[in-house]
C-alpha cells in the first residue's frame, strides 16, 4: 500500500509537528491527494533500535512508532491539533501515551 506524505515532509525526522516531552509526529496518508489519512509516524526518545519498522537504513533517524487504522482520529484537517484515540505503546521501552490536540501526554 502506497503511503503518502506532506510535500516538503521526510521520515529523516524529527516529525513536521513537536507534541513536546521530546515526542513528534508526521501524519501519511492512503491517497496522493492527501485526503485520507493513515495514520503518524512518530518519534520518541527510545534506548532501542528502529529496524523494527522495516527502515533500519535510517537508522537512528526514522520514526520509532506508527498508528494506523486501529486507531481514531480527530481534528484530521488542523494536523498540527491532532488527537488520537487510543494510546500509543512501545512496549519495549515502555514508552506510552496519547496525543491529545497535538500534543504528547504521557500515562
Ligand atoms: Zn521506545
Known amino acids: 500500500m ?3 506524505l506532506d510535500n516538503g515532509a521526510s521520515l529523516a525526522g ?3 509537528f513537536d507534541a513536546g516531552h521530546g515526542v513528534s509526529y508526521t501524519p501519511y496518508y492512503l491517497d496522493e491527494e492527501r485526503t485520507r489519512l493513515g495514520g503518524l509516524y512518530m518519534w520518541h526518545p527510545c534506548p532501542l533500535t528502529r529496524e523494527r519498522l522495516g527502515i ?3 537508522a537512528g533517524v526514522g520514526p520509532n512508532a506508527k498508528t494506523g ?3 481514531g482520529y480527530e ?3 488542523d494536523p498540527a491539533h491532532i488527537t488520537l484515540i487510543g494510546s500509543v ?3 519495549d521501552c515502555g514508552w506510552h501515551g496519547f496525543i491529545r490536540n ?3 501526554e504521557p500515562c
Do not use: C, I
Request: proline residues 10%; aromatic residues 14%.
Open 89 to 91: 505503546l512501545d512496549p
Open 56 to 58: 533500519d537504513d535510517m
Open 75 to 77: 481534528n484530521v484537517g
Open 14 to 16: 524529527p516529525g513536521l
Open 102 to 104: 497535538g500534543r504528547w
Open 2 to 4: 502506497s503511503e503518502y
Open 69 to 71: 487504522q486501529a486507531w
